[in-house]
Each structure stands twice: as C-alpha cells, then as structure tokens.
C-alpha cells in the first residue's frame, strides 16, 4: 500500500473554495488513474478517472490533473459545496486492480 | 437490478468463529472483485473472479480466506477462525469487462470479539 502516498490527509474548505487533493504512485504499470468519494457507511463511488494518453480532464466541478513523469495527479473540486464532505481516495490501478491511497477527510464549512 | 448488493451489511462474531459473505453482482457483469478496509484506511484488493474462475488472489489473502463464485453469478467470501484483525469492511465490486466501470456495494461490516 505505501506505493500510494495521498496528501493532505484532511482539509477544511470553506464553501465555494477549491479544494485540492494530491496522490503519488510508484509502479509505472499503473494505467488508469481514478479518484473516489466515499461517504460513512457507503462503499466507494467512482468519481473522475484519466487515462495516462491525456493530461487533464474536466467534468463539473472535478478536474483531474495527471502528471505522468512525475508519478503523480490531482483532483480539484471547484466551488466545494458541503455535500462534497466525505473521503475520497486515489486508486491507481490497471485492467483488473486498484490500489487505493490512506484517503483524505474533505470537510466544507458554510 | 439497482447495484451490487451485499449480505450480511453487519456481522459480530467471536474469535474461532467461521464467516461467509455474499455478494451478488450487478447482471451480466463477468468480473467480480473483493476489497478489505480498515478502519481509517482505504480498501485493500483480497481478490478477483472473471465468471467464475479466481485470476487473481492477494498475499492479504491468507488460508484461512476463501472465496468462490459458482456458475459465474454470485460470490462468497468465507473466513475461518476468525481473528480479532480479521475486523474489517469487507466491499463487493463487478465489472463487465475491466475495473475502470468497477461498481462497488455498501460492504460487510464485520467485528471480531
């Protein structure tokens, strides 16, 4: 699991900020970048996903940024809204496995 | 068919107890996959099934674990003589083809006393 590495570990935003979570993988296998949101009691949701071939991907209020030589990519929540508090996780993975991250605590205050 | 559903959504067992856990998929998904959360942690991959033959098992998967998915559809995940660090959710997930259209259920809480 620790080929994984998510930051921050939680965040507080205030509501209409962006908030910003970042992950870091190791094994250059991976092929499929996916971010979760998961909330208490519920099984994780896939949320936004980028293949390697493309940089950046947008839908809504979620942007995912890939960075492919630096092993690393982000997601971006634009005006964060107290319905997006909850976990979410990286899950880099290939055709057949994810490996989450520890996941990171999103909190949104009014 | 509304997701993948899983039974039992709790269970508290004692310490030496056997376990199963079902998961139905959603229809016609050929690839099921098991995943096991801790507490403050993100979901651990146990296993996968593509119909209903097992291609992939974890070192997480111990002997004590098994897991089966007869004729293809449903699936179970027995554990025997439990153990206290055996406590986890335990999360179900089908797919059709590959884990980018992964769908997964609520979990089996499970707590050993």
């Known amino acids: 699991q620790q080929q994984v590495k998510q930051s921050p570990q939680s965040l507080i935003v205030q509501k209409g900020g962006i908030s910003i979570i970042n992950c870091a993988y190791e094994?250059?296998?991976?092929?499929?970048f996916p971010w979760y949101q998961q909330f208490p009691g519920k099984g994780p949701a896939l949320l936004i996903a980028?293949?390697?071939?493309?940089s950046e991907k947008k839908e809504g209020r979620f942007t995912i940024s890939f960075n492919k030589s630096a092993k690393q990519f982000s997601l971006h929540i634009m005006d964060s809204q107290p319905g997006d508090s909850a976990t979410y996780f990286c899950?880099?993975?290939?055709?057949?496995?994810?490996?989450f991250g520890t996941g990171t605590r999103l909190q949104v205050t009014l | 068919d509304t997701g993948v559903s899983q039974d039992p959504r709790h269970k508290i067992t004692k310490r030496g107890q056997n376990v199963t856990f079902r998961c139905d998929p959603i229809?016609?998904?050929?690839?099921l996959y098991w995943y096991r959360q801790t507490l403050g942690q993100g979901p651990e991959f146990l296993t996968y099934?593509?119909?209903?033959?097992?291609?992939?098992k974890s070192r997480l998967l111990s002997d004590r674990f098994s897991a089966e998915r007869p004729k293809g559809s449903f699936s179970t995940l027995e554990i025997q003589r439990t153990e206290q660090g055996d406590s986890a959710m335990y999360l179900c997930?089908?797919?059709?083809?590959?884990?980018?259209?992964?769908?997964f259920g609520q979990g089996t809480r499970l707590t050993v006393v």
């Open positions: 997930a089908s797919s059709l083809f590959s884990i980018d259209e992964a769908f």
């Open positions: 094994n250059t296998a991976f092929d499929y």
């Open positions: 899950a880099p993975g290939t055709a057949s496995k994810l490996t």
């Open positions: 099934f593509q119909n209903e033959a097992q291609l992939e």
């Open positions: 229809s016609e998904h050929n690839r």
């Open positions: 980028i293949r390697p071939d493309v």
